[in-house]
């Protein structure tokens, strides 16, 4: 595939302020020194006292042991058996939904697409609840989300598309279509489940939580996560001109056809792996690119990266919050919906202020 020439990405970057730039580029130097503190200091809240101190010499004692390690280990299991494999979890699943966010938006032009809007998230929410009713885990539960989620974005795609062009609001109409269907259907799935076994356990993973996850819930995110984000990074300059309009697009050599559907894999692949871990956690993918597009620009070079990081300390910071503000545990999808839903409607308010998307 070529890569386009720079002259085809969004925005006019040559009008950009010399101190502009120097500024957008120490954005995500600066994210990520940001998130290495917030890892450090998630890993001492909590009912267990804990110095940051204290965790960065736990931490650097796996890579280089220490002489005589002065902490109690008791406090070594609540970092690494405890703390750290829900903070992992936290960090990747607020890179991958935001990544995914941030592609998505700029494949349709449209700031209000995200896995959530277009029914990949219900549709694999559906085949998470379907995979537990059947008594499903590990890396079958991921499966069978990913195969409903992909599934959800064959029949939004279908829907939406008429003779080869895909609608941007048919398919937000169709996603929100096919979100119903599936609700309905997770709906049917509680009735059919035990009411003492499955029905709670169905019940609190659609709410979205981290509370218990293990290494191997890590893995299994990681391996949703990271080459789906690659690959996104990868299309990030075909992105660009796909935020052109598609017949732009194919004018300047762009496989319309096959981006949107390695965009609309990657999408389903990650939103599989956090609903097969965690349930379902929204909002992140719709808020975050916002943001990061304030911050660095519609250029999906910067914006990409910067969207994925700022996820990742977002939601590190909502499970903070989700884990300390009450006795028992919130879960994170009711947070992500409290913060989210104003915080849109403020950039919505604005975007709308402004003319819409990219002027349509």
């Known amino acids: 595939?070529?890569?386009?020439?720079?002259?085809?990405?969004?925005?006019?970057?040559?009008?950009?302020?010399?101190?502009?730039?120097?500024?957008?580029?120490?954005?995500?130097?600066?994210?990520?020194?940001?998130?290495?503190?917030?890892?450090?200091?998630?890993?001492?809240?909590?009912?267990?006292?804990?110095?940051?101190?204290?965790?960065?010499?736990?931490?650097?004692?796996?890579?280089?042991?220490?002489?005589?390690?002065?902490?109690?280990?008791?406090?070594?299991?609540?970092?690494?058996?405890?703390?750290?494999?829900?903070?992992?979890?936290?960090?990747?699943?607020?890179?991958?939904?935001?990544?995914?966010?941030?592609?998505?938006?700029?494949?349709?032009?449209?700031?209000?697409?995200?896995?959530?809007?277009?029914?990949?998230?219900?549709?694999?929410?559906?085949?998470?609840?379907?995979?537990?009713?059947?008594?499903?885990?590990?890396?079958?539960?991921?499966?069978?989300?990913?195969?409903?989620?992909?599934?959800?974005?064959?029949?939004?795609?279908?829907?939406?598309?008429?003779?080869g062009r895909t609608s941007m609001?048919?398919?937000?109409?169709?996603?929100?279509?096919?979100?119903?269907?599936?609700?309905?259907?997770?709906?049917?799935?509680?009735?059919?489940?035990?009411?003492?076994?499955?029905?709670?356990?169905?019940t609190y993973w659609l709410m979205g939580s981290i509370a218990s996850s293990s290494y191997s819930d890590v893995l299994l995110i990681l391996v949703s996560v990271a080459p789906a984000s690659i690959a996104i990074y990868l299309l990030r300059f075909q992105i660009n001109i796909m935020s052109l309009g598609e017949e732009k697009a194919r004018a300047l050599g762009v496989r319309v056809v096959l981006v949107q559907w390695i965009i609309l894999l990657t999408s389903a692949l990650i939103s599989a792996g956090v609903v097969a871990t965690s349930g379902i956690i929204g909002w992140v993918g719709l808020v975050i690119p916002h943001v990061a597009r304030a911050l660095v620009g519609a250029d999906h070079q910067r914006m990409l990266p910067v969207a994925g990081v700022l996820g990742a300390i977002y939601l590190l910071m909502v499970d903070n919050l989700a884990r300390t503000l009450t006795t028992a545990e919130i879960p994170l999808g009711i947070i992500t919906a409290l913060i989210g839903v104003p915080v849109f409607a403020v950039i919505l308010r604005r975007l709308h202020a402004k003319g819409g998307w990219a002027g349509d």
């Open 169 to 202: 609001l048919t398919l937000v109409l169709a996603g929100v279509v096919i979100s119903a269907f599936f609700s309905a259907a997770i709906s049917i799935a509680k009735l059919l489940a035990d009411p003492f076994q499955k029905l709670p356990s169905i």
């Open 1 to 163: 595939m070529p890569k386009p020439s720079a002259e085809a990405a969004p925005e006019n970057r040559s009008t950009v302020p010399a101190g502009r730039k120097l500024t957008t580029i120490a954005v995500l130097p600066g994210l990520i020194v940001l998130l290495v503190v917030a890892v450090l200091y998630s890993v001492t809240i909590g009912r267990y006292d804990l110095s940051i101190r204290e965790v960065a010499l736990i931490l650097i004692e796996n890579i280089h042991p220490l002489v005589v390690p002065y902490w109690d280990p008791v406090k070594e299991v609540v970092v690494e058996q405890v703390r750290l494999p829900r903070i992992l979890a936290a960090v990747l699943i607020g890179f991958g939904l935001s990544i995914s966010g941030a592609s998505l938006q700029g494949l349709f032009r449209n700031p209000l697409v995200d896995p959530g809007i277009i029914g990949v998230t219900a549709g694999a929410g559906f085949g998470g609840t379907l995979a537990i009713l059947l008594g499903l885990q590990g890396y079958g539960l991921m499966l069978t989300a990913f195969l409903f989620g992909l599934g959800s974005v064959l029949l939004v795609k279908l829907l939406s598309t008429v003779r």
